[in-house]
């Protein structure tokens, strides 16, 4: 389901009064954040566009220019809601600026508040080197015969391919730490973007009749096409079998699954002596304790959303979650009460910094948060 259609049926939920107690939350704490995103008390003009958002989105449900005398009443019961939320509004700007006992994430937040991950990586050549990928700058990637590895401006690193004859072969190995990810263009043309705490290795060049490399963590693939040259990925104990595709991994050893999600072309799951086919808009599950392979439609807005740099979380955990945050963040998680089973829905960039996930979340009224220096306690 995508972000539009999931939010225009949560919608259609409050106006019936169906939605369940979370939902009616989520979708107040959306109308409250674009009366209070700002530091500055919302002006009559601001509650008055998210009361016509309301209603002309109801309008369009109806295909009427002029709403019924149902729709009118519940244009009256929308009207009271954002009345209602800038006096929430209101009564927050007030209690966060004039309270003495005041919420340690937001009083400290230019001191304390943690940046989103960047673009940075460490690259293992032959012989154990590393190089630091960091910084804007280019840079030409010497110690090795005959390859030819640029960094360019754009965090990304390029393998600029050579002719087959005299190539010496290196294995090389492209780490982002957690807080941090990266795009690699292989020899062959094949694009990979890693995610945060994740690494790929692969040799400089492809002289074999299979493609092979490896990886851990999460990345998504843009595989050029060889028909006479299969792409392999091995992820622990599971191989991906492709020709030319657009797929992501999700592979991280402490997730204990690995799934991977196919947006293009077609690609075989091997696991055990187990292997199948699937399809675009499929997911295949493994885990680590069996051989057996799961396949299910896959939500791929959420499974290629950190590409995209954005979180979405569509009826997750909250454990789950933190795990994303954690990586992306670089902080150490700790659990002052259990996770609960909350399932939370939401979009949020994952360019902005920490405070502003929070703030979503605890918008929900079912968790809150205290951060000290990076690490992030959760309290139920």
């Not at 995103?37 to 369009?60: D, F, G």
């Not at 019924?68 to 519940?74: A, F, Y």
């Not at 087959?164 to 290196?170: A, C, G, P, V």
């Not at 996930?357 to 992030?376: A, C, N, P, W």
Request: hydrophobic share 35%.
């Amino acid at each position: 389901m995508t972000k539009k259609h999931f939010a225009e049926e949560l919608l259609n939920k409050y106006i019936q009064g169906s939605c369940s107690e979370e939902e009616r939350a989520m979708v107040e704490s959306w109308h409250l954040k674009d009366l209070s995103e700002s530091n500055k008390i919302p002006s009559k003009e601001t509650i008055l566009l998210v009361s016509q958002r309301m209603k002309y989105a109801l309008s369009a449900r109806t295909g009427n220019t002029q709403p019924l005398q149902r729709t009118q009443k519940l244009w009256y019961r929308f009207a009271y809601i954002a009345s209602a939320l800038f006096l929430i509004s209101l009564m927050s700007y007030l209690y966060i600026n004039k309270s003495v006992h005041r919420d340690p994430l937001t009083v400290n937040r230019k001191l304390i508040d943690i940046l989103p991950g960047s673009n940075k990586a460490i690259l293992t050549i032959s012989g154990g080197k590393k190089i630091s990928l960091d910084g804007n700058s280019n840079a030409l990637l010497a110690g090795e015969t005959n390859v030819n590895a640029l960094k360019s401006t754009h965090g990304i690193l390029v393998y600029e391919p050579l002719k087959e004859e005299n190539k010496n072969i290196y294995i090389h190995k492209l780490e982002t730490p957690r807080g941090g990810h990266y795009q690699v263009d292989l020899p062959d043309g094949t694009k990979v973007w890693l995610n945060a705490a994740s690494s790929l290795t692969y040799p400089t060049v492809f002289k074999d009749k299979e493609r092979n490399i490896t990886l851990s963590g999460e990345a998504y693939f843009e595989v050029a096409k060889d028909k006479n040259k299969p792409f392999k990925v091995k992820s622990g104990q599971q191989v991906i079998e492709v020709l030319g595709t657009h797929f992501n991994i999700f592979a991280y050893p402490e997730e204990g699954k690995i799934q991977t999600s196919l947006l293009e072309g077609s690609i075989k799951v091997v696991k055990g002596g187990q292997s199948k086919l699937i399809r675009p808009g499929q997911s295949a599950t493994t885990v680590d304790s069996t051989t057996a392979i799961s396949i299910a439609e896959a939500d791929l807005e959420k499974s290629v959303a950190w590409k995209n740099n954005e979180f979405i979380f569509n009826g997750e955990n909250l454990e789950s979650i933190m795990k994303s945050i954690s990586r992306w963040y670089n902080i150490e998680i700790l659990y002052r009460d259990k996770a609960g089973k909350t399932k939370y829905w939401g979009v949020v960039s994952r360019n902005q910094n920490l405070s502003a996930v929070l703030k979503m979340l605890q918008s929900t009224g079912k968790v809150s948060f205290k951060l000290e220096g990076r690490r992030l306690i959760v309290m139920n």
